[in-house]
């Protein structure tokens, strides 16, 4: 049976450095799941600066559509993070929500199944104001649909502050 800490928050919120300590206090080597596409140098910066921060004992599988793929069996999972995992399907899908989200479920529910415990990192993309982008707006409401379906099936949800972790749920 799966367990499922869902951390959420804003940008720079301090989600994936927490995510990354609950990892290791619950398993010496835990799996790093990387779910991002590298667009631009600037964002592969960014990944570069997440890669240096973990050591060897993090198993790292990149994955940005097929999570279920991989054999997590008996291990601790940290999906890092939904927010580019959605991005993925949204734009792999011509910015059909609704099919998005679909596959996301589907794929989400697939993966679960496996007896692991899985640390899901997302980002509350509608907390601010309402975007101009008609495309932002879209993938907010995916963002928004997709983080409500994981907290529902989550054993915890824990909401990131300025680098501060409030429970939620659990």
Known sequence: MSYIHLITGGERSGKSTYA????LRL???????ATARIWDEEFRQRILRHQERRGPEWTNIE?????SQ?????????VDCITLWATNYFFDMEQDIDSALTALKQEF?????????????????GM?????????????????WMNQYVAA??????????????????
Request: aromatic share 6%; hydrophobic share 40%; glycine share 8%.
């Open 20 to 23: 990354e300590s609950e990892a």
């Open 27 to 33: 398993s010496p080597h835990p799996v790093y799941l």
């Open 63 to 67: 994955e940005d559509v097929h999570l």
């Open 70 to 78: 991989h054999d997590l069996s008996g291990r601790v999972v940290l």
């Open 109 to 125: 529910n697939t993966l679960v199944k496996q007896d692991a415990t899985f640390i899901f990192v997302t980002n509350e993309l």
């Open 128 to 144: 601010g104001g309402v975007s101009e982008s008609h495309t932002q707006r879209l993938f907010t409401q995916l963002q928004g």
């Open 153 to 170: 099936r989550a054993d915890r949800v824990t909401l990131m502050v300025s680098g501060l972790p409030l429970s939620v749920k659990g």
